[in-house]
């Protein structure tokens, strides 16, 4: 055979495979089955439902207090930390309180906590101070309030 029949049979060997690949049916790619939404989870939200600065007994600044859950859900190891501040907007100490000794706190229940600034020991040298409320999820997602005082 000749150099340009067998080109041509190539050629048309080419075209034939071509034509068979472009007409097979072409199937869409499935489609994922509808999931319907997730319903809004419920959450624990805590306050702070009073707050009292005092003394300790042996001198130190002292706030007793309780925080209450408002939310929808039981909230987990509770804890509340206040900041306290100088006139010059400087955090002097650090207290840490913790509700129901880090116990679960169901929806509309309070809890009572005590925080003490260990290196305060007159309210006077306090401009401020600010709080943050943290707890867990029934799932332990981690979730905070804060505010400030004063």
């Known amino acids: 055979m000749k ?23 072409k199937k869409e790619a499935p489609t994922s089955p509808y999931v319907p939404p997730l319903p809004d989870p419920k959450y624990a939200k805590f306050i702070l439902t009073s707050d009292v600065c005092g003394y300790a007994s ?25 900041q ?16 129901a000794e880090l116990g679960n706190i169901p929806v509309g229940v309070s809890a009572t906590y005590e925080a003490i600034f260990f290196e305060v020991y007159d309210w006077a040298l306090i401009a401020k101070y600010t709080y943050e409320i943290s707890w867990l999820t029934a799932t332990g997602m981690s979730l905070t309030q804060t505010g ?3």
């Open 148 to 150: 400030t005082i004063r």
């Open 3 to 25: 150099k340009s029949t067998i080109t041509i049979i190539k050629f048309c060997l080419v075209c034939i495979l071509l034509t068979m690949f472009l007409s097979c049916d």
């Open 58 to 82: 042996y001198g130190c600044c002292r706030i007793t207090g309780t925080v209450k859950n408002v939310g929808e859900a039981t909230g987990y190891n509770v804890g509340v930390e206040f």
């Open 84 to 99: 306290a501040y100088n006139a010059s907007n400087t955090i002097i100490d650090t207290a840490h309180g913790f509700p």
